[in-house]
């Protein structure tokens, strides 16, 4: 980090306590980002937070502080997942704040970490059909479940399904010992621990009770006709054309779907048999259809993750070397 000189220009924020805390973060950890990403001092003696460096670089610190403030204040939690969302959306100079959070089950409060999330989120109330296609980590199958949770809690769909290709290469389950319900539990679980942190794990064993969460294999999809419900198919990478088409026109009245999955991650052995890439293709500028497109910029777990998927991506860039 390059340090701004001492006796630098400095301005003053006046904040209340919960956003100053917020900025500040624990022991201080949000500060030092800070100043690592912008090159000012960050100081928070109270009342506030003090800025030190030049007027360009304070400028686009404000800018983060500010997307933090309104985080907290919000009543929203800020860690550094999300302190390091807002610098990246305070550097590309389009930070437009944190938009309006989705209340959703016992997590109270869900709300777009990125700007790529927040337009998801928009697709999401305002299509019939949503691809979410981008990397792991990038928040979209986490985003589509907790509107689909928020739909049903507030009544707008009788139903929630979440459905996804059981294993590589198309739901080869009979070596498997046990049920079939042991059979898929392990392909399905990412989707119950999301279901139970959003809405609580009592309050989701009532819904699976009364068949109005319901999660399984995409094989499970055929032939019926969803109605009154929002459909997530998730890691549709691995389904293939086929299973695609079936899952898609599954569609009843009433019904929304999100399909999310990342075309970097397929496991079908043949990777042309996918049908995510594919149905992006042909259905986009469909009347209905949304298409998200996520990236390594949006990552939002730890932050090495997203120098892995960066990484990645520049080596799939390489040119095949010739034999």
Do not use: C
């Not at 009979?174 to 119950?192: C, H, Q, R, S």
């Not at 390594?296 to 993750?305: I, N």
């Amino acid at each position: 980090m390059r340090s701004p000189p001492k006796g630098a220009p400095e301005e003053f924020i006046m904040l209340d306590d919960l956003a100053a805390r917020a900025v500040a973060g624990p022991r201080g950890r949000h500060a030092a980002l800070l100043e690592d990403a912008f090159r000012v001092m960050v100081e928070t003696p109270g009342g506030g937070v003090r800025l030190s460096g030049d007027a360009s670089d304070r400028a686009a610190a404000r800018r983060a502080i500010d997307i933090v403030s309104e985080r907290a204040l919000q009543g929203l939690d800020v860690g550094e997942v999300d302190l390091r969302a807002a610098i990246v959306q305070a550097r590309s100079g389009l930070a437009r704040g944190v938009r309006p959070a989705m209340p959703v089950g016992r997590r109270g409060m869900v709300a777009p970490k990125t700007e790529a999330q927040a337009r998801y989120l928009d697709q999401l109330a305002t299509h019939d059909l949503v691809f979410g296609v981008g990397p792991a980590g990038t928040g979209k199958t986490f985003l589509a479940v907790a509107h689909g949770v928020s739909l049903l809690m507030r009544g707008e769909v009788d139903r929630l399904i979440v459905t996804r290709p059981a294993v590589e290469a198309g739901e080869r389950l009979g070596f498997l010992p046990g049920d079939l319900k042991e059979k898929v539990d392990p392909y399905l679980a990412p989707i119950w621990e999301a279901l139970s942190d959003l809405m609580g794990r009592e309050a989701l064993d009532r819904r699976r009770e009364r068949g109005e969460v319901e999660v399984a294999p995409i094989a499970f999809m055929r032939g019926r006709t969803l109605a009154h419900a929002y459909v997530i198919v998730d890691e549709a990478q691995n389904a293939t054309r086929l299973q695609m088409k079936m899952v898609l026109t599954r569609l009843g009245e009433g019904a929304r779907m999100a399909v999310t999955g990342d075309p970097s991650q397929i496991d079908l052995p043949n990777l042309r048999d996918s049908g995510l890439a594919h149905a992006v293709a042909i259905l986009n500028g469909v009347e209905g259809v949304a298409i998200a497109r996520f990236s390594a910029a949006d990552v939002v777990r730890h932050p090495l993750v997203e120098r892995i998927v960066r990484a990645y991506e520049a080596d799939q860039a390489k040119p095949e070397p010739r034999s």
